[in-house]
């Protein structure tokens, strides 16, 4: 479990990332099923995101050692997920991180700290890794301003480089390098 705590407008906030569980079966699938996540993320995931949809992931990610796709939550209750991939081959030095975070919890600061935790998760388990980057849709303000408080660089923008919801989009990268 990782665990961080910052102060939030005169109160502290204690954010975990940890593996996922049984019981976050229907948080999971009350979150996800909401057309704001969907609309910035990639297709793969599911919308309307059903019980079917969490079960599935649930069954995925219950007990997979090492683990890359943690739970967020904040004083103890779920607020989103945030994930690890490695990449292989010439690329092995990179990971790429993805997140999202429940609209209840959106612009408390909850995403910024999980970067922070993700990051520092990275550097400890991930030794060869000097690079940590993440795709960001230009809609996103909120998640590029994220990345950035945890020193990440706009790396580049793919100029209309994706389809969301039938409409080219610029994808941008950001990226923050560890040594």
Known sequence: ML????????????????????????????????????????????????????????ALNIGVIPTTN????????????????????????????GYWIAEPYWNKGIATKAIVLICDFIKQHYKQVNRIYASVFESNRASMRALEKNGFV???????????????????IWVKFIF
């Open 70 to 97: 943690f739970v967020i939550e904040a004083d103890g209750l779920f607020a989103g997920s945030i994930a690890l991939v490695t990449r292989e081959d010439i690329y092995r030095n990179n990971i790429e991180i």
């Open 154 to 172: 706009l790396e580049s923008i793919h100029k209309k480089g994706i389809i969301k919801n039938n409409v080219l989009l610029d994808e941008t």
């Open 3 to 58: 665990f961080c705590s910052f102060q939030l407008k005169n109160r502290c906030m204690n954010i975990i990332l940890r593996p996922w569980q049984k019981n976050d079966l229907e948080p999971l699938q009350h979150f996800a099923n909401n057309i704001h996540i969907f609309n910035h993320v990639r297709d793969r995931f599911p919308h309307p995101y059903t019980l079917k949809d969490a079960e599935q992931w649930l």
